[in-house]
């Protein structure tokens, strides 16, 4: 009974995960989100139950990792010039922990698995649909528009565009592997309605990270269903689908640029061809400020490799104005200009050193060890679509995170927490018709 309701209150909180960055509360620099309170209330439900005994703890070593790491990140708070933020940041990583360890431990069996997957394409339909109304709203004439390409990007519930873009990255891998495998366990309407309207969002989001993420995900997928069987791959197919996305890339572009108002005269189309033709000229603004806060996210993990600058406390490095590394420490909350160096992996290394990278490294290799290894022997058809979508959402968001946090995010560890549930193998293949 303990285990169902927090199954019902994990569901909740990853369905509240769409609402992005929309806080219940607000106190500076610290955010209450909506899914974390039915998270943190399952959690007390879940700790309570194995107290008395009535449940049974899934610790698996990729949670033994994320532990280790978890301790390398408190020990790094020495190195800070502003120890609350790192301790926030901590307490903010213990939440995404909390929720991919709830994932594990609620979800013991198939059908459970399934509302998940659910859940996920059900409240990704219900943030597309709301974002493609607030792209129209926000882009109509006379209305202000807001960024570096002349129009308002799509967000949905979320501040940040390319936090969105990410968010699409983590959808596209359940949807494309419900779509391209035939295999229903969503009604089907919902799931080519929502990939469409996410596709369409994407074009004009504008994220260069999210566009490559997505491909990684499609990519990821059909290679997944095609060597497990669910879906054949011919030439053929590979020579349609190449032309079906060109085609419908041209068509949404074409038709964007065409009912969006813009300023000085430049098209949707147009700003897409420039951050494209940006990145191959060499030339781009967005591109050479990110390379040079890699280089300084490097030089510090190298010039601190065993506790980094501290958990959190990557601004400091960043910004020639932030207080630089070695000054008293502070208690303060201090506003954040650059908060990331938009690369999660130089971001781990600069705040907790080449030691914290490694292990959160094992972590990343672990996971997917499991992911695959789900895959190969899981002989249920649903599972194994669940389990490939979750593990190219994984894949595509480590690429879209190479420009842009994703630890920070609670979408990643959604997909980790799926990847990481002990269902009984035997019963799954007994059971291979069970949904």
């Known amino acids: 009974m303990v285990v169902s309701s927090v199954f019902y209150l994990t569901i909740?909180?990853?369905?509240?995960?769409?609402?992005?960055?929309?806080?219940?509360?607000?106190?500076?620099?610290?955010?209450?989100?909506?899914?974390?309170?039915?998270?943190?209330?399952?959690?007390?439900?879940?700790?309570?139950?194995?107290?008395?005994?009535?449940?049974?703890?899934?610790?698996s070593f990729c949670f033994f990792l994320l532990a280790i790491f978890m301790l390398e990140a408190i020990f790094s708070l020495k190195n800070t010039v502003f120890p609350f933020v790192g301790l926030k940041q901590i307490v903010l990583f213990s939440v995404f922990f909390i929720f991919a360890f709830l994932i594990c431990n609620c979800c013991t069996d198939d059908k459970k698995l399934a509302w998940l997957h659910r859940t996920i394409i059900v409240s990704a339909l219900c943030a597309v649909v709301y974002g493609?109304?607030?792209?129209i709203l926000t882009n109509l004439p006379g209305i202000e528009k807001e960024g570096l390409y002349h129009y308002t990007r799509p967000r949905s519930f979320f501040k940040e565009p390319n936090e969105f873009g990410i968010y699409l990255t983590f959808v596209f891998g359940f949807l494309c592997a419900e779509v391209f495998s035939k295999v229903k366990i969503t009604g089907k309407p919902i799931v080519y309605f929502c990939l469409f309207l996410a596709y369409a969002l994407l074009i004009p989001n504008m994220s260069r990270g999210s566009w490559l993420g997505w491909i990684v995900v499609l990519v990821t997928t059909l290679f997944l269903l095609h060597s497990t069987g669910l879906f054949k791959m011919t030439v053929k197919k590979i020579i349609m689908l190449t032309a079906g996305i060109c085609i419908s890339f041209w068509l949404i572009l074409s038709v964007v640029s065409k009912l969006t108002p813009t300023i000085?005269?430049?098209?949707?189309?147009?700003?897409?061809e420039t951050r494209i033709a940006s990145l191959a000229k060499a030339n781009d603004y967005t591109a050479s400020i990110r390379l040079r806060y890699w280089k300084t996210a490097f030089d510090a993990m190298l010039k601190h490799p065993v506790l980094g600058v501290g958990f959190g406390n990557i601004f400091t490095i960043l910004e020639d104005d932030n207080p630089a590394n070695g000054e008293v420490a502070s208690l303060a909350l201090p506003k954040i200009k650059q908060a990331t160096c938009s690369n999660f992996i130089l971001d781990i290394g600069a705040e907790t050193g080449?030691?914290?990278?490694?292990?959160?490294?094992?972590?990343?290799?672990?996971?997917?060890?499991?992911?695959?290894?789900?895959?190969n022997q899981t002989q249920n058809k649903y599972l194994r679509v669940v389990y490939i979508g979750s593990f190219s959402s994984c894949l595509g968001m480590m690429v879209n995170g190479l420009t842009y946090p994703i630890v920070m995010l609670p979408f990643f560890w959604i997909a980790a927490g799926i990847i990481n549930t002990n269902i009984n193998s035997p019963e799954i293949i007994r059971r291979e018709n069970s949904f």
């Open 354 to 375: 080449i030691t914290g990278l490694l292990i959160f490294g094992a972590f990343l290799f672990c996971l997917c060890g499991k992911a695959m290894k789900k895959i």
């Open 264 to 272: 000085h005269n430049a098209t949707v189309a147009q700003a897409v």
């Open 12 to 59: 909740c909180a990853v369905f509240l995960t769409a609402l992005g960055t929309i806080s219940i509360w607000d106190f500076n620099t610290i955010h209450i989100r909506f899914y974390q309170l039915p998270l943190l209330l399952g959690l007390i439900l879940f700790v309570v139950s194995v107290m008395k005994k009535k449940s049974k703890v899934n610790f």
């Open 132 to 135: 493609f109304i607030a792209y």
